[in-house]
């Protein structure tokens, strides 16, 4: 039985069908993307580093053995018993300034990527469900927004509004919507086609109603999958804003700015642990993100059979 023989039968009220996602089979859907998610290797070592990230983040003060902003009497130590990591150029410890930073950027990234969603969805869920002159017109803005550089536009806003940890947030999110917008617009204008949509609108159900309990779960895993890559975007934006002066302002510690107190050349050469502890860190982490936004691309995929 269909969705609108449901409705019309009284039998059962039109939900989110499953098997758009994940075809019929013996397997649990969950079972059935756990077995696909474990397929990918890169991903399942991507996730285990993310929760170790996130859990030094959340335990920061419980891991780190100093202050992150606490100067100490030695001035660019190299790593030894009492500093892991050794010190930066006023003598502070680098391995709390390393784990503090994991704060800075799960809190861009989740933070960032969670404003441009919500705007972008409701944007796309509106001009692909009413179309006509409101869709031309959130797309017009949309192309307008996609139209300038990103980077350049991000340095532009954040050179006005000032560094700052919320303002990078509220920077990137803000200018990071119109690929969601498009992304779930695209989706809402095969979906709303669907039987169980002019079902809904058969039997008088209010557009809210429709757009987020009926559309809007179908729409959830390509926009999932779009939101993982964003963090890693947003993750390497502030590193490149806190590098360049504009992002997260000392003391408080991120990788990017802790990758511009290294900037020298005698530090390049000779303070190798100013540097490549940061350095890795970011590329760590945006590599591990991106495995895991492969792998749930993979394992959401309705046409994937294996």
């Known amino acids: 039985m269909n969705l609108f023989e449901r409705y019309f039968t009284g039998r059962k009220e039109p939900q989110l069908d499953t098997d758009m996602i994940w075809p019929e089979g013996d397997e649990s859907s969950l079972k059935l993307f756990t077995r696909r998610f474990k397929k990918h290797k890169l991903a ?17 003060p419980l891991i780190a053995p ?14 030894s018993m009492d500093h892991l990591m050794g010190t930066d150029q006023v003598g502070r410890d680098q391995l709390s300034r390393l784990i503090y930073s994991a704060r800075v950027s799960l809190s861009v ?18 001009s692909g469900y009413f179309g006509g002159w409101i869709d031309s017109l959130i ?20 050179s006005i509004v000032g560094p700052g940890l919320m303002n990078m947030i509220i920077i990137l999110g803000v200018l990071g919507w119109p690929g969601v917008a498009r992304l779930v617009r695209g989706n809402v204008l095969t979906l709303k086609e ?88 970011i590329i760590l982490s945006v590599l591990s993100i991106n495995f895991v936004g492969d792998a749930l691309r993979d394992a959401l995929d309705p046409k994937n059979t294996k």
Request: a negative charge; aromatic letters at 8%.
């Open 139 to 158: 797309m017009r803005i949309t192309d307008m927004f996609m139209a300038f550089p990103y980077i350049m536009l991000i340095l532009v806003v954040a």
């Open 194 to 281: 669907a039987e169980y949509v002019k079902a809904s609108v058969v039997l008088g159900y209010s557009t809210p109603r429709i757009l987020f309990l009926h559309i809007l779960p179908n729409t959830v895993a390509p926009i999932l999958i779009y939101a993982t890559s964003g963090i890693a975007g947003a993750i390497l934006d502030e590193a490149a804003l806190s590098f360049l002066g504009l992002g997260v302002q000392p003391p408080t510690p991120s990788w990017g700015n802790m990758l511009a107190s290294a900037q020298s050349l005698t530090v390049l050469t000779s303070q190798p642990w100013l540097w490549i502890p940061p350095g890795v860190m």
């Open 109 to 126: 990234g989740i933070g960032s990527i969670l404003i441009a969603v919500a705007i972008g969805t409701i944007l796309g869920l509106i």
């Open 66 to 79: 100093y202050d992150p902003t606490t100067v100490t009497d030695s001035f660019g130590a190299a790593p």
């Open 44 to 60: 399942v070592a991507g996730l285990v580093v993310i929760i170790i990230l996130t859990l030094c983040a959340i335990f920061a």
